[in-house]
Structure formats: C-alpha cells, structure tokens
C-alpha cells in the first residue's frame, strides 16, 4: 500500500514529480485539504536553486555535521552542499518559511534545524501529521 507523503517538503517534490510525471514508487500523492494545521506546516523555503532533499525523507536522513555544530545538518549523499540544498541560515542564522495557510516567517536555524537523538529533525513545520 502506498504510503502518505507526511512531509510537506516531500508533498512539494512530489508534486514536481506528478507534473513530470515521475511520482516515486511507494508513495502517492496526498490533498492540501487533509493537512489538519496548515499554519504548522512548512510548503517553501530559502534554497540554493528551486528545491530541498527533505531531512524528514526516509531517503535523505541527516548524518553530516557541516557547520561543526556537533548536531547533523546534512545528507551523506551531497557532502559538498550544506543542509540539503536549503539555506536555513541564510537571514541571519535562519530562514524565511511560508507555510501552508499562506503566512510568512523567519525561522531560527537551531530551531528548524533541531534533531533528536535519533538525528529526527524535531520541528513540527517538518510534519503534516502533527
Ligand atoms: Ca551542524
């Protein structure tokens, strides 16, 4: 059984990938409709050209300290490219995020940038399901 998209990162690449035709094997598509706070629930952020491998995908986990920070920021895939392909400390240490209700903020990269123990990004913009 297909499995929900439950990161908008991930909602917004696969959409790239339906209008392409290219949807992932194992995952389908979900409606807008079903995100239960839109205001909790990131769809953009600052990148380095028009996209981000989402740390919340299972096939782009963190494991990479980049910044020297002692926490995981980036994807062994791209060594070379920080934060995979996000700018999440481009303002300042952080980024501006639009979420899904439309509102536009800065977010502090510590914040949206927060793993666990178990490198789990933890910040709730990361999820639909929360
Ligand atoms: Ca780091």
Redesign the pocket.
Known sequence: MPQACLSPWMWFNHAMLRDSGQVRAGFTLIKMSRVQRPVDAMMYIDTLTHYVYSPVDPSYPLTL?????????TMGAYPDTPFNFARPTVHNNGANVTLMDGHVERVAYKALWKVNTARKVVHSYSYLDD
Request: no cysteine.
């Open positions: 300290d980049m910044d020297g920070d002692g926490a995981v920021d």
